[in-house]
Structure formats: structure tokens, C-alpha cells
């Protein structure tokens, strides 16, 4: 599988926005790119994913640089709420749909 | 809509016995896979579903974990016997065709003494 390289921690400050980077400079051709977080005593749940494009939905926006090496979340707005490990992960296009875990960055919101 | 159930939601054994893991995926749901992470560890995949057929099962770590999904409902994730390195979360997700998205059930935290 493919291997990202993420910041293990990241500060914020409530109500200001964030961006998590994600290197990923083996990416194959099919690989999307998923961010998954997880929220403390609770499973991993799905922010966003995408291929070549940005993608924006109500949680978050995915920039994707043009060689698709890197990578970077968007929270536009952080809360409290926004707390968590952030996952990125590259996941085959076809049939495997597996997701490969990393150590994630640990994000930290501050009142 | 109901999101993915895992029962129970703690388990604490004795070495050497036995435990089943029960996750219950969003209704209509074909694909579901089984996760874990052990302590210290990242969370690690174990195996993946297709309705009942196991679509991938190359991270299960030895025979003494077995999965099942008759009836392409829900599913069973049974470890006979325990091992004291077993404990961890035990999390079940589940995505619809073409599985862009999982959704993740809460965990089953498993201590083996």
C-alpha cells in the first residue's frame, strides 16, 4: 500500500482555520485520496476524499496539489468539536477497498 | 437512519476463553469489513465482506480468529481462545457498492487478563 507522511500533532485555535497536510509521493495513478478522523472513544468516521480535483463538502475541503504527491484538510472554521486524530489515507480505486491506517496527526483545538 | 452497531461494547475474558464480536452494518450495506487496533499499535484492517463472501481476509492474524456473515447481514467475529496480546479495539464498519465510504461502528474494547 501506498504511504503517507503526516505531522503527528497540530494546534489550533478555535474559530480559525486549520490545515492538516499530507505527503504521499508514491501515489499511484488510482489511488484516491480519503481523510478519515477519529474522535476520542469513538471509530474512525469519514471527512472527505477525492482524486485529482479539490473537493469541498459541509465538513471540510481537500486540496490536492497538481502532482498529486501532497495534500492538505481544510477545516475552515475549527471547534471544539474539531478535536481529534486525522487520517490520511490512500485507497485503490478498484475492487481492494481496504484502508491502510497510519499514526495520524493529532489535532488540538484551543477555546 | 441507523448507523453500524457493535456488541458488546466492552469484553473482558480470561485467557484461553473464548469471545464472539457482533457487528450489525447499516441496513443494505453488501460490503463490511472487521478493524482492529491493539494497544500502542495503529489501527490495522483484518478482513472485508462482499454480502457473505470473504472479499479479503489478509489481515487476519492466525486460525484462531474466525469471521463469519451468514446471511449477509450482520457479523460475527468469534476469537478461540483468547491471547493476553488480543486486547484492543475491535471496530466494524460498512460501505454500499462501490465502498467510497465507510462508516465506522464505535468499537468493541476487548481486554484479555
Known amino acids: 500500500d501506498a504511504k503517507t507522511t503526516q505531522p503527528n500533532s497540530m494546534e489550533s485555535n478555535e474559530e480559525e482555520p486549520v490545515h492538516l497536510p499530507c505527503n504521499h509521493s508514491t501515489i499511484s495513478g488510482t489511488d484516491y485520496i480519503h481523510w478519515y478522523r477519529q474522535l476520542p472513544s469513538q471509530g474512525p468516521e469519514y471527512v472527505i476524499h477525492?482524486?485529482?480535483s479539490n473537493v469541498n463538502n459541509r465538513m471540510a475541503s481537500l486540496a490536492i496539489a497538481e502532482d498529486r504527491k501532497s495534500s492538505t484538510l481544510i477545516l475552515h472554521r475549527a471547534t471544539l468539536r474539531d478535536a481529534a486524530v486525522y487520517y490520511c489515507?490512500?485507497?485503490?480505486?478498484?475492487?481492494?477497498?481496504?484502508?491502510?491506517f497510519g499514526k495520524g496527526t493529532l489535532l488540538t483545538v484551543n477555546p | 437512519e441507523a448507523g453500524v452497531t457493535q456488541f458488546p461494547s466492552h469484553s473482558v475474558i480470561e485467557k484461553g476463553q473464548t469471545v464472539t464480536l457482533r457487528c450489525d452494518p447499516i441496513s443494505g450495506h453488501d460490503n463490511l469489513y472487521w478493524y482492529r487496533r491493539v494497544m500502542g499499535k495503529e489501527i490495522k484492517f483484518l478482513l472485508h465482506?462482499?454480502?457473505?463472501?470473504?472479499?479479503?481476509e489478509s489481515g487476519m492474524p492466525n486460525n484462531r480468529f474466525l469471521a463469519e456473515r451468514t446471511g449477509g447481514t450482520y457479523s460475527t467475529l468469534k476469537v478461540q481462545p483468547a491471547e493476553l496480546e488480543d486486547s484492543g479495539v475491535y471496530f466494524c464498519?460498512?460501505?454500499?457498492?462501490?465502498?467510497?465510504?465507510?462508516?465506522f461502528g464505535p468499537g468493541t474494547r476487548l481486554l484479555v487478563l
Open positions: 465482506f462482499v454480502k457473505e463472501s470473504k472479499q479479503d
Open positions: 477525492g482524486l485529482t
Open positions: 464498519a460498512s460501505s454500499n457498492t462501490g465502498g467510497e465510504t465507510q462508516y
Open positions: 489515507i490512500l485507497r485503490d480505486g478498484g475492487s481492494n477497498y481496504k484502508l491502510t
